[in-house]
Nanobody
Framework: QVQLVESGGGLVQPGGSLRLSCAGS????????MGWYRQAPGKQRELVAA?????????IDSVKGRFTISRDNAKNTVTVSLQMDGLKPDDTAVYYC???????????WGQGTQVTVSS
C-alpha cells in the first residue's frame, strides 16, 4: 500500500524556520522526482520545490534562497525533507509531498502538514 506521511509543520513567527519531513513507502520512488506542494486557503495547490532521484533540485522563485529540499532513497521507500528558513506569512499553507507527474497522475495525497507563519 502506497503511503505518504508528512510531518513537521507548526506555528512560527516571520523569519523563523521549520523542517518538514515526508515518509513515502510502498512504491518505486527511485524512478520519480519528488516534490513538495502547498495549498493556501482559497488557492490552488502549487509545486514549491522538486528534487530528482540524483538530488538535483528546483524551486519556485518565491522560495529560492530560503527553502532547501533533500531526499534519502531506499528500496521502495523515500524520505523527502524541506528545510524552510526566513519564513513569511505568504508561506502559510498546508504542505504535501508527492511525485512529480507530467500527466496529472499522482499518488494518493497524504494528510499534509499545516505551516502557519504569523506574529
Amino acid at each position: 500500500q502506497v503511503q505518504l506521511v508528512e510531518s513537521g509543520g507548526g506555528l512560527v513567527q516571520p523569519g523563523g524556520s521549520l523542517r518538514l519531513s515526508c515518509a513515502g513507502s510502498g512504491f518505486t520512488f527511485s524512478i520519480y522526482s519528488m516534490g513538495w506542494y502547498r495549498q493556501a486557503p482559497g488557492k490552488q495547490r502549487e509545486l514549491v520545490a522538486a528534487i530528482t532521484y540524483g538530488g538535483s533540485a528546483k524551486y519556485i522563485d518565491s522560495v529560492k534562497g530560503r527553502f532547501t529540499i533533500s531526499r534519502d532513497n531506499a528500496k521502495n521507500t523515500v524520505t523527502v525533507s524541506l528545510q524552510m528558513d526566513g519564513l513569511k506569512p505568504d508561506d502559510t499553507a498546508v504542505y504535501y509531498c508527492n511525485i512529480i507527474s507530467s500527466d496529472g497522475q499522482f499518488l494518493n495525497w497524504g494528510q499534509g502538514t499545516q505551516v502557519t507563519v504569523s506574529s
